[in-house]
């Protein structure tokens, strides 16, 4: 990795750096907590992974964390799997999250909007009266602390309400988006037996309505384990029979009561996207998850009152939970329910502009699509509200980042972050008093300690390896459900390295103290002992006009050779023949190396990804192996199951 000094594509000014609020508390941290008061960003992280406690405990002063029991220590134990924090401490993530109600009763909390784009608020003050009258209503159904939670809802208030009353009494959440099929939403579901299920009827998905009836009533015939369902009718129908309505149980003027749980009492499942099997269920925690998302979106992500937070995501995935956060910070969060370019590309970029959106949160795949469209975002909407622009799901190209900075600003704040579901947080991303390098990520996080080690355990820097993290964020999972002896839990992270977190990815941190995502270290191509991302070739192929999408796989083969194929997803029109093939060989020489040349181009019909929108390489390196496609690949997890008889055709021909 070159370690040339680039240029910066975007630097803060000092009156941005000034007005930051990781600058406030870096020297609030000095003056009351022995932070380095000078050297920036580079001395606050250093001390808040070397001081892991006094850096943790300072966030939790800062933010004025109410624990309604003090804790004895911030740890009790530090190893990895197990850490134990704040024991002895109590809590409730709801009554953090509904705070703002107080001071600012008819601002927004939330801003509701659907495919016609007209934003709706709920104001603080109704969005506490619904938890209030929700979370009475779970009481009287018999739902206590530790129970489970279920919603089969999209991106609507009404599942930020039923999250915030689930936690207020302390039960635990769980949810998925309705365009998962019934089988998907059982795999999840059937391992931590909820006791309610709320459900839409249907939704609405691309200027079309979609009946979800079936599915639920697949549902309640599959989980024995649930007391109520709750029936939120967003295409008008009745309620089925034996089902409660929404509006009958969020209709008291009841002040909530906040369950006050144990610090590391469970808040949520989440799921992992269980593409070669189940999906693990993971549970994090409600003390982990809120001191967690303060530090993140509070410092990280600078938010506060008067911002605005559009986040587009589903219910199905991480970012949801990570977007209802951001009412911690007395945030107005903005939910939008629908297709991410419909009824144009330009689709998300409309919404932040009715929203005003100051932190606009997409997918690098949603960025990329929009450059190939030719969309104009400065040209066609008002965006002088926002201020940054974050990307998640896959690396950022720099491409990407290019086209960002001409394309709406060149005075943008473009956030590439990287985490993952089992932290509900980044590892590193957004700072936003740090410049931002072209194809990178700014930096680690406050409070995690990552890395970048070889295969003994050495660090590295300027040079690729393992992306490890080795000191316990309070987000990392408390456990997986089902899983008593923590051994899929510990086989999930830990077996490489012992003690210390490996999250499967490679990455590069700079000697500037930047981050570089590479893409999956378990799908990683390995070409005479030379290791490549995939991320790197999907930049370089997918800027030719003629590629919609495209998939590497690097595959060892029996007789010790090596066969990495590309897979091109062509656009309309577009045909793979000799001209074509010379320019995506030329294009991956020229541009990466020689190495990365694959050793075929093959178009296929569609590339396939998982429910959460990430292409799926190590199932179809499984499939290409010769797995079986019923071993090979959980068929609830994909979102379109018939790419994979291409793959699996493919195999058995070579075979």
């Known amino acids: 990795m070159s370690t040339a000094n680039p240029q910066p594509l975007w630097q803060p000014d000092p009156e941005r750096i000034a007005q930051a609020r990781i600058t406030e508390f870096q020297a609030w941290a000095a003056e009351h907590h022995g932070a380095p008061a000078e050297g920036g960003y580079a001395a606050l992280h250093q001390w808040s992974v070397e001081q892991l406690d006094t850096f943790w405990k300072a ?23 197990g850490a134990e924090w704040f024991p002895g401490a109590t809590l409730n993530y709801a009554e953090h999250a509904l705070r703002a109600a107080a001071a600012r009763p008819d601002e927004p909390a939330l801003l509701h909007v659907d495919e016609t784009h007209e934003p709706r608020p709920v104001t603080w003050a109704e969005l506490r009266r619904q938890v209030g009258s929700l979370a009475a209503e779970l009481r009287d159904l018999g739902v206590r602390p530790g129970d489970r939670v279920s919603g089969y809802l999209p991106n609507i208030p009404e599942a930020v309400v039923a999250l915030l009353a689930t936690a207020a009494v302390g039960a635990v959440w769980t949810s998925c988006a309705p365009d998962f099929g019934a089988r998907s939403v059982l795999d999840r579901f059937q391992q931590v037996e909820p006791v309610v299920l709320f459900t839409v009827d249907g939704y609405r998905y691309g200027g079309k309505e979609h009946d979800r009836r079936e599915a639920v009533a697949e549902l309640r015939r599959e989980l024995p384990t649930l007391r109520a369902v709750v029936h939120v009718p967003l295409l008008g129908t009745e309620a089925p029979e034996g089902a409660l309505e929404w509006s009958a149980l969020t209709a008291a003027d009841t002040e909530p009561v906040f369950e006050q749980v144990p610090f590391g009492h469970p808040l949520w499942v989440l799921y992992s996207s269980g593409t070669t099997g189940l999906p693990k269920a993971i549970v994090q925690s409600q003390g982990g998850i809120l001191v967690e998302h303060l530090k993140q979106l509070g410092l990280h992500c600078d938010l506060g009152p008067g911002d605005r937070f559009f986040w587009y995501t589903s219910t199905g995935w991480m970012m949801w939970n990570f977007l209802v956060s951001g009412l911690l910070t007395g945030t107005t969060i903005v939910l939008y329910d629908g297709s991410p370019g419909y009824p144009d590309t330009g689709a998300q970029w409309r919404i932040a502009e009715r929203t005003g959106a100051t932190l606009y949160g ?31 799901g896959s690396p950022l190209p720099p491409d990407g980042f290019r086209w960002l900075h001409d394309e709406v600003r060149d005075d943008l704040w473009i956030a590439s972050v990287s985490g993952g579901t089992d932290v509900c947080s980044c590892f590193a991303g957004a700072v936003p008093t740090l410049p931002v390098y072209t194809g990178e990520l700014q930096a680690p996080g406050l409070g995690t300690d990552l890395q970048s080690w070889d295969p003994s355990g050495k660090p590295l820097v300027d040079e690729v390896g393992e992306l490890v993290v080795t000191n316990p964020m309070p987000s990392m999972p408390i456990h997986f459900w089902n899983d008593p002896d923590g051994n899929r839990y510990h086989d999930s992270y830990f077996d490489t390295y012992p003690g210390v977190w490996r999250h499967g990815d490679w990455i590069t941190l700079t000697s500037r103290g930047s981050v570089v995502i590479h893409g999956r270290s378990d799908s990683t191509l390995n070409r005479q002992g030379v290791r490549m991302g995939s991320a790197d070739i999907y930049e370089v192929v997918e800027r030719l006009p003629e590629i919609k999408e495209s998939l590497v796989i690097g595959i060892e083969q029996p007789d010790g050779g090596y066969w990495m194929p590309l897979f091109v997803h062509l656009a309309p029109d577009a045909v793979l023949d000799d001209a074509l093939l010379t320019r995506i060989k030329q294009a991956i020489r020229e541009q990466l190396s020689p190495r990365h040349v694959p050793d075929e181009v093959i178009a296929v019909p569609g590339i396939p990804h998982t429910l959460t929108g990430k292409r799926i390489e190590v199932p179809v390196k499984r499939l290409l192996q010769g797995t079986p496609l019923e071993k090979a690949v959980n068929p609830g997890s994909i979102d379109n199951l018939t790419l994979l008889g291409f793959y699996e055709e493919l195999a058995r021909k070579r075979a």
Request: hydrophobic share 40%; aromatic share 12%.
């Open 362 to 392: 997409t997918s690098a795949a949603y960025v990329m699509a929009c450059r190939k469209a030719g969309v104009h975002p400065s040209r066609d909407f008002d965006l002088s509200r926002v201020k940054c622009v974050a990307t998640t």
């Open 59 to 81: 966030v939790t002063d800062w933010f004025d964390v109410r624990f309604s029991t003090p804790w004895t220590r911030v740890l009790g134990d530090r190893s990895m799997p």
